[in-house]
Each structure stands twice: as C-alpha cells, then as structure tokens.
C-alpha cells in the first residue's frame, strides 16, 4: 500500500510543481488551475481510494466490474464545479487557489513591465525623433549660411558684372556648342 506514504508529501509542493516549468501561458494556467485542477484532482483522488478499497492497486489483470475512466467521469458529472462548492474543503484545492492567485499578479505584473517598456521606447523613439529634427535644422542652417557666402562673392559689384563669371560663362558655351550638331550651330 503506497497510497498513504504518497499523502505526506506537502500539498502547497504538489500545487506548485506542475506550474513552474509548464510552457503554457499565464492566462491558460490560471484557466486550469481555477476550473479543472481542483476537481479533477478530487476526483483522481477519489478514484484512487475506490481503487485501494477494491484491492485493485496490486493486481496487474483488469477487472471487469471497475471501469476507472467510467468511475472518473461518473464523479465529474456529480461534482460539477459549477453547481457544488465541494474542492473548498481541500488543502490541495486550497494551493491551487493560492497558485491562481500568484499567477494573477505575475500578470499583473508582467503587464506593468510592458507598460514601462512601451513608454521607454516611446521615449527613446521621441528623442531620436527630435534629433534628426535638430540634425535636419543645422544642416539647413549650414546650407543657407554657404549660399548666402556663395552669393555674396558673386554679388560684390553690384553695377558690374565681374569678369570672371563672363570668361567661365564664355568657355562653357563653346564646350556646348561643339557638341551640337551642324543644324543647331547655325
């Protein structure tokens, strides 16, 4: 009989042992937890008794006259959660309660993480933002302060044209023009 020896093992352990290193989200175990550990645990529990008590545990044949899935099912549809409040007499329903409530301020919790990472990258994304429009503004600046220099050594005479510009502007029509056509030249 290893069913009693199985007993001594803190309830608070068994609760939280399947909750530590499942892959499922925080939303399903809690789901789980809330509505189908608590009777599906009592009734295991119970099918487990019915077992011992028909000296079923040790035999390795079946038994026709016990059917455990039966035997499971028929105590699930008794004790539907939803019409009795029958786990809150159990220590191990008890955990699980605790657990739930555990992983409900983890996701608490987690939510508050996101809400402080959202607004630190919107901060971030704010301050890159403002300076390529600081960037943007000081080569604008940089540009109009060298044409305005551009413009100045060409307007230094202001009745005259100097005579640079008309010698460059010379030079480069004839370059143009040698590379017309005949019928354009003329």
Known sequence: MAFPQNRLVPLDVLAREWMNNNPATIDLRIYLIENLFPSL??????????????????????????????????????????????????????????VAEDLKSEIFEIDANRLVTLKASAQVKRMEREKMERMKGEELERRGQMLENVFVTWAQNEDTIPLTMVQNALISFRERSDSLSEELRR
């Open 41 to 98: 645990i009592m009734g295991l529990e119970k099918l487990l008794t019915e077992a011992e008590k028909r000296e079923l545990v040790d035999t390795e044949t079946a038994v026709s006259n016990f059917n455990p899935v039966n035997y499971l099912a028929q105590y699930l549809m008794r004790n539907n959660p939803r019409y009795s409040n029958f786990p809150e007499a159990s220590p191990y329903a008890k955990g699980l309660r605790k």
